[in-house]
Nanobody, 116 residues
């Protein structure tokens, strides 16, 4: 049974930091590219950051480049999203995604709220 379980969301003040984690099970994690997406109320889901299966290459949305860092630990079947200098517009539900060819797996999401 495939599972992606996100954690680490919460309420943070503008300028603060959070680290999201996503623990995977039920598939060969090290063979999958992993990504973080987010969806704000009334908006479409958007790609935030992605990382290749080996961790050798990353990609970021222009809105988060320089503030967010995606990383992975294949020994722990975990992908992370370090979020610094958070802004109110970063408020959204953040989803973990694992993809390879025709496989596409999603977590249940974790809420991130940036507000004073």
């Amino acid at each position: 049974q495939v599972q992606l379980v996100e954690s680490g969301g919460g309420l943070v003040q503008p300028g603060g930091s959070l680290r999201l984690s996503c623990v995977a099970s039920g598939f060969t994690f090290s063979s999958y590219a992993m990504s973080w997406y987010r969806q704000a109320p009334g908006k479409e889901r958007e790609l935030v950051a992605s990382i290749t299966s080996t961790g050798g290459s990353t990609n970021y949305a222009s809105s988060v480049k320089g503030r967010f860092t995606i990383s992975r630990d294949n020994a722990k079947n975990t992908v992370y999203l370090q979020m610094n200098s958070l802004k109110p517009e970063d408020t959204a539900v953040y989803y973990c995604n694992g993809a390879r060819m025709w496989d596409d797996y999603w977590g249940q999401g974790t809420q991130v709220t940036v507000s004073s």
